[in-house]
């Protein structure tokens, strides 16, 4: 057995024992064997072999960072010495390029990341978390995203920001980005009710109108339910309020709601009196828009559902910034399919409200 089978069994029983938590230092060493056997065969000899027809010597290693799925790895690259032309490890070289070919597509995408936005009269907001490795770390990301209606009536994607916090800083900073770029005439958004966004937005955006996604305040309503018989209707019940035709005819139920848990469930009765009415600002919408603008929705399935299917099997990235690449990438095809429909979000025209 010679010391590279030797090291690729030892590997193995790495793997055996560690499972994916080698994974990194397994591909690193992989990576140092692969190169110094590339160098050997550049050299025409083995490390320190005799041999007529060599083309020069080795010389030691230099240390190297590179970035990859599995991880950063920490690779000893292979040099030399007296051969008659520079030997630079073919791995690294596909790597190289994949690098040059990576920051070029960057460009295009910092380029739409930044592009000019315009009037938005309504914008949803929403946040999903990927893990990141930083230094070695794995740490939860935020990437929040925003989506917006446009003068022509369709749904654009307006900006994502990447960062290991969801707080208030980070959303301060996204909106403020959205609104140097150019976003005015925000009337009305929708979103759910994330951990510093409140703050945020009524810094950042003070005269538009927030509503809370109905569809997670149903969800939320369910978990303040205190049994399985409340559980089971308490979705409709909160139904009939979204359904209801006017802003009066929703507090009216949602008065006779709270009275009826008043006694039976007043923890519930309480979070009903202070989370429900965030949900109702959507009735100060012309009535054929409600629909559109009353939950979060739109974001969740159209790209939160596809950033999931997109980013699930790599589970880690290695860091923020690839992050950032694909998921800027995916937002670029979701905003060109809109942009070419055909098919508008909602009228403008329609501008009569109860």
Not at 226 to 255: F, H, M, S
Request: with cysteine; net charge positive.
């Amino acid at each position: 057995m010679t010391p590279n089978d030797t090291t690729i069994a030892a590997l193995l029983d790495q793997l055996i024992a560690e499972g994916p938590q080698a994974m990194r230092q397994v591909v690193t060493t992989l990576m140092n064997v692969a190169m110094s056997l590339e160098r050997e065969r550049f050299l025409g000899a083995d490390l320190y072999q005799r041999a007529p027809d060599r083309r020069g010597y080795a010389n030691g290693y230099k240390p190297k960072k590179v970035d990859t799925l599995a991880g950063t790895l920490d690779l000893d690259v292979p040099k030399t010495a007296g051969a008659p032309e520079p030997f630079y490890p073919a791995s690294l070289e596909r790597g190289r390029r994949s690098c040059r070919a990576a920051k070029l597509l960057d460009v295009d995408l910092e380029a739409w990341r930044n592009r000019p936005l315009g009037r938005l009269r309504y914008i949803f907001l929403d946040a999903r978390y990927e893990k990141t490795r930083e230094h070695g770390v794995v740490d939860d990301c935020a990437v929040l995203t925003a989506i917006g209606v446009d003068e022509l009536c369709r749904r654009r994607v307006l900006g994502v920001s990447i960062k290991v916090s969801e707080a208030e800083v980070h959303w301060r900073a996204f909106l403020e980005s959205l609104v140097a770029r150019g976003l005015q005439g925000v009337a009305f958004i929708t979103s759910d009710d994330h951990a510093g966004l409140k703050a945020a937005r009524k810094a950042v955006l003070p005269g538009a109108r927030w509503q809370r996604c109905q569809f997670h305040l149903a969800q939320n309503a369910i978990h303040h339910a205190p049994n399985l018989g409340v559980r089971k209707i308490i979705g409709e019940q909160l139904r009939d309020i979204w359904n209801a035709n006017t802003l009066e005819a929703a507090e009216a139920e949602l008065k006779s709601l709270i009275n009826h848990y008043r006694k039976e469930a007043p923890k519930l009765a309480s979070w009903l009196e202070t989370a429900v009415p965030e949900g109702l600002a959507v009735f100060k919408l012309p009535k054929e828009h409600r629909r559109r603008m009353r939950t979060s929705n739109p974001i969740e399935r159209s790209i939160q559902q596809e950033l999931k299917r997109r980013t699930q099997k790599i589970r880690v990235f290695p860091n923020e910034a690839s992050l950032e690449r694909l998921v800027t990438a995916i937002l670029v095809e979701i905003d060109e399919t809109w942009t070419a429909s055909l098919q508008p979000y909602v009228n403008w025209n329609i501008t009569d409200a109860d």
